[in-house]
């Protein structure tokens, strides 16, 4: 059995089992699923820890045996472009639906409070850690890192992108022979990370498992019939999203067919629903490009690390829905003009947000102050807090899927064949 059919298993007798234990009130099986879930955290720290070595390792080689920094930087050009644009369309597309649907004028004002009073008090952090956010200005500063190995210790991606690619750029300039030792040392250290990360997939379907029963469990089902339309609109943008803009450029751009693609990449997007983190499904993310699609090294230990951080589609769209639903509630109107702001703010705000669970939550807080809802910006948190974790878990899984979308798209641009052969025997030697 292929290994997402596994973790697909895992994911849906987690769902099932939660729901019953939920539904059925069985206190028993509800704690003792909730006692399960260090095994999920567990999996998510230990694929978390392969991500520092794997990036720098993967970038270095990538980089320093480009040898071509004029390539690097049109690569950087072509990714940075790429991602703003379907983020853009993204953002468009959860304005078009939210319009549609008008999920927020079928909700009465006792629900609404209700909602609210519900969550006043996680809101509350929200907006704490909001206001904490940096302004633009330095922003673009904290990209370049004082201390690389701060930045790794916070794992902090950008900044210690930035330093890699420089200190790799160095590398590929020295005498040939010291470079050749710096890369050979690098690959060793990225062809062990992949071996670390084989041996930690082989556990995702039972982490899978204890991850989604143990939400599922916990979950407020009377939440979700209260936030279905709201909740529906955003699942339905975000398929539209998958199928509409990942399927044009997946097919017309990286020339690849698109349900292939889709069945190839499973695996990312699996871990991604169910650990709610583009950073810590990076491992997988990477291992997936380079052995399922055959993307080069330059290309995915640039593209993919970058896009973990600043490409977040999912995000973006579900926070032009949150808006449009939050105006709605409140029966304020939200003009074309405002829902341009919508466009540029979230864009920009899916940018800021890191690659970790209810990273968009938070800056969702920034896009209702552009848009002038501030007032109402704790009370519509709380409204919607309640169903940010299964959400979150769906927009988590399109950021994995555009990422390596984007990775596929650029890899073609810079005329690399790809292909669904298993990369996996030349890239990884164990023992060879
Ligand atoms: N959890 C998302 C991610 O890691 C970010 C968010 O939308 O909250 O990609």
Not at 19 to 43: D, R, S
Not at 251 to 277: E, H, M, Y
Not at 404 to 425: D, M, P, Q, T, Y
Request: one cysteine or more.
């Amino acid at each position: 059995m292929q290994l997402y059919t596994k973790i697909l298993l895992g994911l849906i007798l987690g769902t099932l089992v939660g729901f019953i234990a939920n539904v059925a009130g069985i206190t028993w099986l509800q704690n003792l699923l909730i006692a399960l879930e260090p095994i999920g955290t567990a999996f998510i720290r230990v694929i978390t820890m392969i991500v520092i070595p794997l990036v720098v390792a993967s970038l270095m080689v990538g980089t320093a045996s480009l040898g071509d920094l004029a390539k690097l930087g049109r690569i950087g050009g072509k990714t940075v472009a790429y991602y703003m644009c379907t983020t853009a369309v993204a953002v468009t597309i959860g304005l078009l639906v939210s319009n549609l649907a008008k999920p927020g004028s079928r909700i009465d004002v006792t629900t609404r409070d209700a909602l609210s009073a519900q969550f006043e008090g996680q809101a509350e952090g929200a907006m704490v850690l909001a206001e904490e956010a940096p302004s633009v200005v330095q922003t673009l500063l904290s990209i370049i890192p004082r201390n690389p190995v701060e930045a790794a210790a916070n794992l902090d991606l950008l900044p210690l992108i930035f330093f890699t690619i420089i200190f790799a750029a160095a590398v590929s300039v020295i005498a040939p022979n010291r470079r050749d030792a710096v890369i050979t040392f690098f690959e060793g250290v990225n062809d062990a990370s992949m071996v670390v990360i084989d041996w930690i997939m082989k556990t995702a379907p039972y982490a899978v498992f204890a991850l989604i029963a143990a939400v599922v469990a916990r979950f407020g089902l009377d939440l979700l019939q209260s936030l279905l339309m709201y909740s529906a609109t955003v699942v339905a943008g975000l398929l539209l999203h998958l199928m509409f803009t990942y399927g044009i450029a997946v097919r017309f751009l990286a020339k690849l067919s698109f349900p292939q693609f889709l069945r190839r990449i499973a695996k990312a997007p699996l871990v991604a629903f169910s650990t709610s983190s583009s950073n810590a499904t990076l491992p997988v993310t990477m291992e997936t490009a380079e052995e399922e699609l055959g993307i080069s090294k330059p290309v995915s230990s640039f593209v993919l690390p970058l896009g973990a951080t600043l490409n977040m589609d999912g995000t973006a769209l579900y926070q032009a829905v949150a808006v449009m639903f939050i105006a709605q509630i409140y029966g304020i109107d939200i003009t074309v003009g405002q829902q341009l702001i919508v466009v540029l703010t979230a864009t920009l705000a899916s940018i800021g947000a890191a690659g970790v669970p209810s990273a968009g939550i938070i800056t969702l807080i920034i896009v209702l102050n552009a848009v002038g809802l501030g007032q109402h910006v704790q009370a519509g948190i709380a409204l919607i807090l309640g169903v940010d974790r299964i959400l979150d878990m769906i927009r988590t899984s399109v950021n994995v899927t555009g990422d390596l979308a984007a990775a596929a798209v650029v890899a073609r641009s810079e005329g690399e064949e790809l292909g669904f052969a298993s990369r996996k025997e030349s890239s990884v030697a164990v023992g060879g």
